[in-house]
Protein backbone atom coordinates (compact mmCIF):
# COMPACT_ATOMS: atom_id res chain seq x y z
CA UNK A 1 0.00 0.00 0.00
CA UNK A 2 1.47 3.15 -1.07
CA UNK A 3 1.20 6.19 2.17
CA UNK A 4 -1.82 7.06 2.90
CA UNK A 5 -3.39 9.83 4.94
CA UNK A 6 -6.67 8.93 6.14
CA UNK A 7 -8.85 11.74 7.49
CA UNK A 8 -11.97 10.72 9.48
CA UNK A 9 -14.42 13.82 9.70
CA UNK A 10 -17.14 14.58 11.78
CA UNK A 11 -20.65 14.14 10.49
CA UNK A 12 -22.50 17.20 10.01
CA UNK A 13 -26.18 15.10 10.48
CA UNK A 14 -27.31 15.49 13.86
CA UNK A 15 -28.51 11.82 14.07
CA UNK A 16 -25.38 10.06 12.56
CA UNK A 17 -23.82 8.55 15.52
CA UNK A 18 -22.11 5.81 13.35
CA UNK A 19 -18.35 5.74 12.06
CA UNK A 20 -16.45 3.73 9.28
CA UNK A 21 -14.16 3.04 11.32
CA UNK A 22 -14.13 1.84 14.96
CA UNK A 23 -11.10 2.64 17.62
CA UNK A 24 -9.75 -0.98 17.11
CA UNK A 25 -9.46 -1.15 13.43
CA UNK A 26 -8.10 2.00 13.23
CA UNK A 27 -5.35 0.82 15.53
CA UNK A 28 -4.65 -1.92 12.70
CA UNK A 29 -4.47 0.86 10.39
CA UNK A 30 -1.87 3.29 12.36
CA UNK A 31 -0.06 0.03 12.72
CA UNK A 32 0.00 -0.42 8.82
CA UNK A 33 2.02 2.80 8.62
CA UNK A 34 -1.27 4.86 7.84
CA UNK A 35 -1.53 8.32 8.85
CA UNK A 36 -5.08 8.86 10.42
CA UNK A 37 -6.57 11.91 11.71
CA UNK A 38 -9.77 11.88 13.41
CA UNK A 39 -11.96 15.06 13.83
CA UNK A 40 -13.64 15.90 17.27
CA UNK A 41 -17.44 14.71 17.46
CA UNK A 42 -19.83 14.73 20.15
CA UNK A 43 -22.02 12.86 18.77
CA UNK A 44 -20.29 9.99 17.35
CA UNK A 45 -20.33 6.06 19.22
CA UNK A 46 -16.69 6.36 19.62
CA UNK A 47 -15.14 9.62 21.47
CA UNK A 48 -12.12 10.73 19.60
CA UNK A 49 -9.94 10.11 22.54
CA UNK A 50 -10.62 6.10 21.80
CA UNK A 51 -8.79 6.91 18.53
CA UNK A 52 -6.04 9.37 20.04
CA UNK A 53 -4.75 6.46 22.06
CA UNK A 54 -4.57 3.95 19.49
CA UNK A 55 -2.02 6.55 17.35
CA UNK A 56 -4.80 8.78 15.73
CA UNK A 57 -4.17 12.71 15.82
CA UNK A 58 -7.41 14.32 16.94
CA UNK A 59 -8.39 17.48 15.01
CA UNK A 60 -11.03 20.23 15.32
CA UNK A 61 -14.74 19.33 13.79
CA UNK A 62 -14.84 20.14 9.88
CA UNK A 63 -11.55 20.86 9.43
CA UNK A 64 -11.29 18.32 6.47
CA UNK A 65 -11.70 21.22 4.25
CA UNK A 66 -8.35 22.78 5.15
CA UNK A 67 -6.43 19.26 5.71
CA UNK A 68 -3.15 18.61 3.34
CA UNK A 69 -4.51 18.02 -0.14
CA UNK A 70 -3.31 14.21 -0.49
CA UNK A 71 -5.12 13.41 2.37
CA UNK A 72 -8.41 11.13 2.06
CA UNK A 73 -11.57 12.25 3.76
CA UNK A 74 -13.66 9.27 5.01
CA UNK A 75 -17.04 10.17 5.98
CA UNK A 76 -20.68 8.23 5.54
CA UNK A 77 -23.27 10.70 4.93
CA UNK A 78 -23.67 14.04 2.96
CA UNK A 79 -21.21 16.95 3.13
CA UNK A 80 -22.11 20.42 3.85
CA UNK A 81 -23.13 22.97 1.46
CA UNK A 82 -19.64 24.62 1.64
CA UNK A 83 -16.28 24.21 0.41
CA UNK A 84 -18.11 24.96 -3.41
CA UNK A 85 -15.07 23.37 -4.46
CA UNK A 86 -14.23 19.68 -2.99
CA UNK A 87 -10.54 19.42 -3.84
CA UNK A 88 -9.61 16.23 -1.78
CA UNK A 89 -10.62 12.29 -2.47
CA UNK A 90 -13.70 12.15 -0.74
CA UNK A 91 -15.39 8.19 0.87
CA UNK A 92 -18.69 8.42 1.65
CA UNK A 93 -22.17 7.66 0.27
CA UNK A 94 -22.69 9.89 -2.40
CA UNK A 95 -25.91 9.34 -3.34
CA UNK A 96 -25.16 11.06 -6.83
CA UNK A 97 -24.91 8.60 -9.42
CA UNK A 98 -28.65 7.60 -9.84
CA UNK A 99 -30.36 11.08 -10.44
CA UNK A 100 -30.81 12.14 -7.06
CA UNK A 101 -31.87 15.59 -5.86
CA UNK A 102 -29.04 17.17 -5.48
CA UNK A 103 -26.57 15.03 -7.64
CA UNK A 104 -25.25 17.17 -10.33
CA UNK A 105 -25.05 19.99 -7.55
CA UNK A 106 -22.58 17.94 -6.06
CA UNK A 107 -20.44 16.38 -8.54
CA UNK A 108 -19.71 20.09 -10.11
CA UNK A 109 -18.22 20.83 -6.59
CA UNK A 110 -15.81 17.97 -7.28
CA UNK A 111 -15.50 19.50 -11.00
CA UNK A 112 -14.65 22.57 -9.80
CA UNK A 113 -12.31 21.70 -6.97
CA UNK A 114 -10.45 18.91 -8.80
CA UNK A 115 -11.31 16.14 -6.07
CA UNK A 116 -13.38 13.00 -6.46
CA UNK A 117 -15.78 10.77 -5.14
CA UNK A 118 -15.28 7.29 -4.10
CA UNK A 119 -18.49 6.17 -3.45
CA UNK A 120 -18.92 3.44 -1.09
CA UNK A 121 -22.47 2.54 -2.83
CA UNK A 122 -19.84 1.02 -5.40
CA UNK A 123 -16.88 -0.01 -3.61
CA UNK A 124 -17.44 -3.77 -5.11
CA UNK A 125 -15.32 -6.71 -5.93
CA UNK A 126 -15.08 -8.00 -9.80
CA UNK A 127 -18.43 -9.51 -9.76
CA UNK A 128 -20.09 -6.59 -8.98
CA UNK A 129 -20.74 -7.78 -4.96
CA UNK A 130 -20.77 -4.81 -2.23
CA UNK A 131 -17.41 -5.19 -0.18
CA UNK A 132 -18.71 -3.07 2.94
CA UNK A 133 -22.47 -2.25 3.79
CA UNK A 134 -24.44 -1.52 6.52
CA UNK A 135 -27.67 -3.24 4.87
CA UNK A 136 -28.28 -6.25 7.35
CA UNK A 137 -28.85 -3.49 10.31
CA UNK A 138 -31.00 -1.22 8.03
CA UNK A 139 -32.57 -4.17 7.39
CA UNK A 140 -33.25 -5.12 10.69
CA UNK A 141 -34.23 -1.85 11.53
CA UNK A 142 -36.85 -1.25 9.10
CA UNK A 143 -38.66 -4.74 10.18
CA UNK A 144 -38.13 -3.83 13.79
CA UNK A 145 -39.22 0.06 13.16
CA UNK A 146 -42.48 -1.61 11.59
CA UNK A 147 -43.47 -4.42 14.11
CA UNK A 148 -43.13 -1.60 16.92
CA UNK A 149 -45.30 0.60 14.92
CA UNK A 150 -47.96 -1.85 13.85
CA UNK A 151 -48.64 -3.09 17.40
CA UNK A 152 -48.92 0.69 18.77
CA UNK A 153 -45.49 0.60 20.56
CA UNK A 154 -43.01 2.60 18.81
CA UNK A 155 -41.96 6.04 21.09
CA UNK A 156 -40.61 9.25 18.83
CA UNK A 157 -38.16 10.46 18.99
CA UNK A 158 -36.57 7.94 17.96
CA UNK A 159 -33.23 7.42 20.25
CA UNK A 160 -30.03 5.21 19.30
CA UNK A 161 -30.22 1.85 21.39
CA UNK A 162 -28.57 -1.46 21.68
CA UNK A 163 -29.33 -4.72 19.89
CA UNK A 164 -30.32 -6.22 23.40
CA UNK A 165 -32.64 -3.51 24.35
CA UNK A 166 -33.99 -3.11 21.13
CA UNK A 167 -34.95 -6.77 20.94
CA UNK A 168 -36.80 -6.61 24.10
CA UNK A 169 -38.98 -4.17 22.75
CA UNK A 170 -39.53 -6.71 19.78
CA UNK A 171 -40.42 -9.43 21.38
CA UNK A 172 -43.87 -10.62 21.61
CA UNK A 173 -46.00 -9.69 24.41
CA UNK A 174 -49.39 -10.98 25.48
CA UNK A 175 -52.35 -9.12 24.05
CA UNK A 176 -50.19 -8.65 20.78
CA UNK A 177 -52.44 -9.49 17.78
CA UNK A 178 -50.97 -11.90 14.85
CA UNK A 179 -49.84 -9.69 11.84
CA UNK A 180 -48.96 -10.79 8.06
CA UNK A 181 -45.94 -9.66 7.09
CA UNK A 182 -44.06 -9.59 3.70
CA UNK A 183 -40.26 -8.60 3.06
CA UNK A 184 -39.39 -7.91 -0.87
CA UNK A 185 -35.61 -8.50 -1.62
CA UNK A 186 -35.30 -11.09 0.84
CA UNK A 187 -32.29 -12.43 0.06
CA UNK A 188 -29.95 -9.33 0.00
CA UNK A 189 -28.02 -8.19 3.30
CA UNK A 190 -30.83 -5.89 3.94
CA UNK A 191 -33.31 -8.82 3.52
CA UNK A 192 -31.63 -11.30 5.92
CA UNK A 193 -31.87 -8.60 8.45
CA UNK A 194 -35.12 -8.02 8.08
CA UNK A 195 -36.22 -11.40 8.67
CA UNK A 196 -34.03 -11.76 11.41
CA UNK A 197 -36.00 -8.88 13.32
CA UNK A 198 -39.39 -10.24 12.32
CA UNK A 199 -38.13 -13.49 14.13
CA UNK A 200 -37.22 -12.06 17.13
CA UNK A 201 -40.47 -10.74 17.28
CA UNK A 202 -42.31 -13.88 16.64
CA UNK A 203 -43.08 -13.08 13.07
CA UNK A 204 -42.70 -15.69 9.87
CA UNK A 205 -42.91 -13.06 7.21
CA UNK A 206 -43.70 -13.72 3.30
CA UNK A 207 -40.03 -13.73 1.39
CA UNK A 208 -40.13 -12.34 -2.00
CA UNK A 209 -36.96 -11.75 -3.92
CA UNK A 210 -36.13 -11.43 -7.74
CA UNK A 211 -37.99 -14.44 -8.65
CA UNK A 212 -41.40 -13.16 -7.15
CA UNK A 213 -41.29 -10.09 -8.43
CA UNK A 214 -40.67 -10.39 -12.04
CA UNK A 215 -44.38 -10.67 -12.33
CA UNK A 216 -45.57 -9.46 -9.69
CA UNK A 217 -48.88 -10.97 -7.89
CA UNK A 218 -50.31 -7.11 -6.59
CA UNK A 219 -53.17 -8.56 -4.82
CA UNK A 220 -51.07 -10.87 -2.52
CA UNK A 221 -48.75 -7.78 -1.46
CA UNK A 222 -51.34 -5.86 -0.48
CA UNK A 223 -52.98 -8.57 1.23
CA UNK A 224 -50.06 -8.35 3.88
CA UNK A 225 -50.53 -5.97 6.68
CA UNK A 226 -46.84 -5.05 6.81
CA UNK A 227 -44.00 -4.48 4.27
CA UNK A 228 -40.58 -4.41 4.21
CA UNK A 229 -38.97 -3.33 1.09
CA UNK A 230 -35.15 -3.88 0.69
CA UNK A 231 -34.82 -3.83 -2.97
CA UNK A 232 -32.71 -1.08 -4.50
CA UNK A 233 -33.50 -1.15 -8.13
CA UNK A 234 -30.28 -0.75 -10.42
CA UNK A 235 -32.55 -0.25 -13.47
CA UNK A 236 -36.44 -0.22 -14.28
CA UNK A 237 -38.46 -1.94 -12.63
CA UNK A 238 -42.78 -1.83 -12.23
CA UNK A 239 -42.96 -0.30 -9.08
CA UNK A 240 -44.59 -2.46 -6.18
CA UNK A 241 -46.64 -0.19 -4.85
CA UNK A 242 -48.73 2.83 -6.96
CA UNK A 243 -51.05 5.72 -6.14
CA UNK A 244 -53.80 4.18 -7.28
CA UNK A 245 -53.25 0.91 -4.77
CA UNK A 246 -53.35 3.58 -1.86
CA UNK A 247 -57.34 3.75 -2.90
CA UNK A 248 -58.11 0.03 -3.23
CA UNK A 249 -60.58 -0.53 -0.62
CA UNK A 250 -59.16 -4.16 -0.72
CA UNK A 251 -55.77 -2.86 0.45
CA UNK A 252 -55.11 -5.07 3.85
CA UNK A 253 -51.82 -3.27 3.98
CA UNK A 254 -51.02 -0.81 7.08
CA UNK A 255 -47.65 -0.31 7.50
CA UNK A 256 -44.52 0.47 5.14
CA UNK A 257 -41.21 0.43 5.82
CA UNK A 258 -38.96 1.61 3.02
CA UNK A 259 -35.45 0.13 3.78
CA UNK A 260 -34.33 1.67 0.50
CA UNK A 261 -35.28 5.06 0.53
CA UNK A 262 -34.53 5.47 -3.16
CA UNK A 263 -36.82 8.62 -3.20
CA UNK A 264 -36.38 11.34 -5.93
CA UNK A 265 -34.88 8.60 -7.90
CA UNK A 266 -36.96 7.74 -11.35
CA UNK A 267 -35.96 3.91 -9.93
CA UNK A 268 -37.71 3.90 -7.09
CA UNK A 269 -39.77 0.88 -6.31
CA UNK A 270 -42.09 2.87 -4.12
CA UNK A 271 -42.96 5.95 -6.00
CA UNK A 272 -45.77 7.19 -3.24
CA UNK A 273 -44.06 9.22 -1.47
CA UNK A 274 -41.84 12.38 -1.96
CA UNK A 275 -39.50 12.75 1.30
CA UNK A 276 -38.55 10.61 4.11
CA UNK A 277 -38.98 10.52 7.78
CA UNK A 278 -36.96 11.81 10.43
CA UNK A 279 -36.10 10.29 13.59
CA UNK A 280 -38.22 12.90 15.52
CA UNK A 281 -41.51 11.89 13.32
CA UNK A 282 -40.21 8.85 12.07
CA UNK A 283 -43.99 7.84 10.65
CA UNK A 284 -46.23 9.68 8.51
CA UNK A 285 -49.91 8.40 7.36
CA UNK A 286 -49.68 8.27 3.26
CA UNK A 287 -53.33 7.30 3.63
CA UNK A 288 -56.14 7.84 5.73
CA UNK A 289 -59.10 5.43 4.43
CA UNK A 290 -58.00 2.72 4.49
CA UNK A 291 -54.93 4.00 6.44
CA UNK A 292 -51.68 3.48 5.32
CA UNK A 293 -48.37 4.56 7.57
CA UNK A 294 -44.73 4.77 6.14
CA UNK A 295 -41.25 4.75 7.90
CA UNK A 296 -38.75 6.16 5.67
CA UNK A 297 -35.73 6.88 7.48
CA UNK A 298 -32.13 6.90 5.32
CA UNK A 299 -29.56 6.37 8.02
CA UNK A 300 -31.29 3.78 9.86
CA UNK A 301 -28.34 1.47 10.93
CA UNK A 302 -27.23 4.75 13.59
CA UNK A 303 -29.71 3.68 15.58
CA UNK A 304 -27.44 0.68 16.17
CA UNK A 305 -24.58 2.38 16.03
CA UNK A 306 -22.21 0.56 17.23
CA UNK A 307 -22.95 -2.65 15.76
CA UNK A 308 -23.73 -1.34 12.73
CA UNK A 309 -20.43 0.29 12.82
CA UNK A 310 -18.27 -2.20 14.31
CA UNK A 311 -19.31 -4.59 11.30
CA UNK A 312 -19.51 -2.03 8.42
CA UNK A 313 -15.11 -1.09 9.95
CA UNK A 314 -14.46 -4.85 9.87
CA UNK A 315 -15.56 -5.12 6.26
CA UNK A 316 -14.17 -1.69 5.09
CA UNK A 317 -10.30 -2.13 6.65
CA UNK A 318 -9.29 -4.73 4.25
CA UNK A 319 -9.97 -2.33 1.60
CA UNK A 320 -8.23 0.78 3.12
CA UNK A 321 -5.29 -1.32 4.12
CA UNK A 322 -4.93 -2.00 0.42
CA UNK A 323 -6.04 1.88 -0.99
CA UNK A 324 -4.70 2.31 -4.45
CA UNK A 325 -5.54 3.41 -7.97
CA UNK A 326 -6.39 -0.22 -8.62
CA UNK A 327 -8.94 -2.58 -8.02
CA UNK A 328 -12.38 -1.70 -6.10
CA UNK A 329 -11.25 1.89 -5.74
CA UNK A 330 -9.82 2.66 -9.17
CA UNK A 331 -13.45 1.08 -10.15
CA UNK A 332 -14.88 3.55 -7.78
CA UNK A 333 -13.10 6.71 -9.32
CA UNK A 334 -13.66 5.39 -13.25
CA UNK A 335 -17.57 5.33 -11.93
CA UNK A 336 -17.09 8.90 -10.91
CA UNK A 337 -15.45 10.06 -13.99
CA UNK A 338 -17.87 8.40 -16.30
CA UNK A 339 -21.01 9.94 -14.26
CA UNK A 340 -19.66 13.30 -13.92
CA UNK A 341 -18.55 13.30 -17.58
CA UNK A 342 -22.28 12.22 -18.40
CA UNK A 343 -23.48 15.42 -17.39
CA UNK A 344 -21.07 17.57 -18.58
CA UNK A 345 -18.18 17.92 -15.96
CA UNK A 346 -15.00 17.79 -16.39
CA UNK A 347 -13.13 15.58 -13.78
CA UNK A 348 -9.17 14.92 -13.73
CA UNK A 349 -7.90 11.90 -14.90
CA UNK A 350 -4.84 11.79 -12.35
CA UNK A 351 -4.19 8.66 -10.77
CA UNK A 352 -5.62 10.81 -7.74
CA UNK A 353 -8.54 12.37 -9.46
CA UNK A 354 -6.71 15.31 -8.82
CA UNK A 355 -4.93 18.35 -11.47
Not at 197 to 222: H, V, Y
Request: glycine share 10%; with cysteine; net charge negative.
Amino acid sequence: MTELHLWLRHETRTTERRTPVVPADARRLVESGVTLTVEESPQRIFPVEEYEAVGAKPAPAGSWASAPKDAVILGLKELPDEPAELTHRHIFFGHAYKGQPGATDLLRRFGAGGGALLDLEYLVDDTGRRLAAFGFWAGYLGAALAVLQHRGRLVAPLTPTSKEELDGTLRPAAGDAEFTALVIGALGRSGRGARAAFGTAGIEPTSWDLAETQDLDRPALLAHDVLVNCVLATTPVPPFLRAQDLDDPSRRLRTVSDVTCDVGSPLNVLPVYDRTTEWDAPVRQLHERPPLDLIAIDNLPSLLPKESSTDFSAALLPQLLDFGTGGAWGRCLDLFRTKARERGIAVADGESGHV
